[in-house]
């Protein structure tokens, strides 16, 4: 069973009173998609949920201490109780060294 699909079928378990959600600490879940996913508790300490579509997850109480949420979507997601010390919504992955080829946007000074 790959990671995608393991994922899927615990989301849509309905959570049990006393029993843990899931152990998923240090995991790399790059682009997963798990929106609108039963996760609350879950333990997601230093996963690695860049891209992660967790729209409309509930991921009440679920430990996301120094996980990686870059470019994951939150929206409508349920965060009561979650603990996010130490989550880097911000953490980069390593980019490789290049001329930047963003166009500039309107306005900008350094727009040519």
Request: aromatic share 0%.
């Amino acid at each position: 069973m790959d990671v995608q699909a393991a994922l899927t079928v615990l989301g849509r378990l309905p959570p049990l009173e006393g029993v843990a959600r899931a152990d998923l600490a240090d995991a790399h879940l790059t682009g997963a998609n798990v929106a609108a996913a039963e996760l609350s508790g879950s333990y997601l300490r230093r996963a690695t949920l860049t891209s992660a579509d967790l729209k409309g997850a509930d991921l009440t109480g679920a430990e996301l201490r120094g996980a990686t949420l870059t470019r994951a979507i939150l929206g409508e997601a349920t965060l009561n109780r979650a603990i996010l010390g130490e989550a880097d919504p911000d953490r980069r992955l390593p980019q490789r060294r290049g001329p930047d080829r963003r166009r500039p946007r309107r306005g900008d000074p350094d727009r040519r």
